[in-house]
């Protein structure tokens, strides 16, 4: 795994740590060590190869739930860290000591070309739900600057948590969250002003986050909705659909009825979420 979770006994404390593999390189070429806010606990030559979660004590701990951002997608631009809370619950007849969270993708877990991301550990808290059951949160930090285009998918959550009597527990898969690359939209209607009945043109474009480039690329072969919203109306009302050309463009034709707004909006895909451009004003004389 290119980013590995592990939890850990340290000086009587836990640890749940993010870790680069020394010498690791996915296919894409790409090498790691982002910077999770965690002390690295690092492995042995031999333990390297073993499990992200190193059992050093079996026992009846469990995690129960593990969810992250509420179970909404996450959604990264090119150039700001997104931070994101995350909720776990654990259970052990001793009661939990700590727990948290980590997301990943990949075949599996100790997969070298599988990425993640694990907990920022100032933001982590623990309160016992009983005397056996906590709930834990805090957050987790996703950079762009680690992320290429098809990221933008499916991650597991995955957790581990460290008893009172030492036992720790690991779950590689408690959930999902779906990530996905932001998504920008514009629109200028003109000319302007205009003569009622006399034809206008809306253009626009439709971009999202290139994370392969660290910049924002058109979204090509998208229908966008092309909406009107009448001066003093509440909402805006569908006049066509139009389809992006190969550079994320929009345009399209016609005709001036009212003053009023126009906007084009997106309804968003799996990997992009939807997004609605800022209206803009026409005066129709």
Known sequence: MRIRATVAAVSGALALSAFAVPAAQADDGRSWNPDSGFT??????????????VAAQAGDAKITSAVVNGGKPIVVGT?????????????????????????WIGSSVDDEDS??????????SCKAVNATTSTCKGTITLDPGFL?????????????????????AERDAASKVRVQRFSKLTVNASPEPV????????????????????????YTKQAVKLQFKQKGAKSYTTVKTVTTSSTGTLKTTVKASADGYWRYSFAGTPSTPAVSAKGDYLDVK
């Not at 700001?80 to 000591?97: E, F, H, L, M, Q």
């Open 79 to 103: 150039k700001s860290k997104v931070t994101v809370p995350y909720t776990v619950t654990a259970t052990d007849d001793s009661g939990i000591y700590h727990a948290g969270v980590f997301i």
């Open 148 to 168: 290429i285009n098809s990221d933008a998918t499916w991650w597991r959550v995955g957790g581990g948590a460290l008893a009172n009597d030492g036992d720790e």
């Open 40 to 53: 690295a606990v690092q492995p042995s030559a031999g333990e390297k190869s073993k499990r992200g979660f």
């Open 115 to 124: 990425f993640g991301f694990g907990p920022n550990e100032k933001s982590m």
């Open 195 to 218: 003569k009622k009945g006399k034809t206008i043109t809306v253009t626009g474009k439709l971009t999202r986050a290139h994370w392969d480039t660290g910049t924002y690329k058109g």
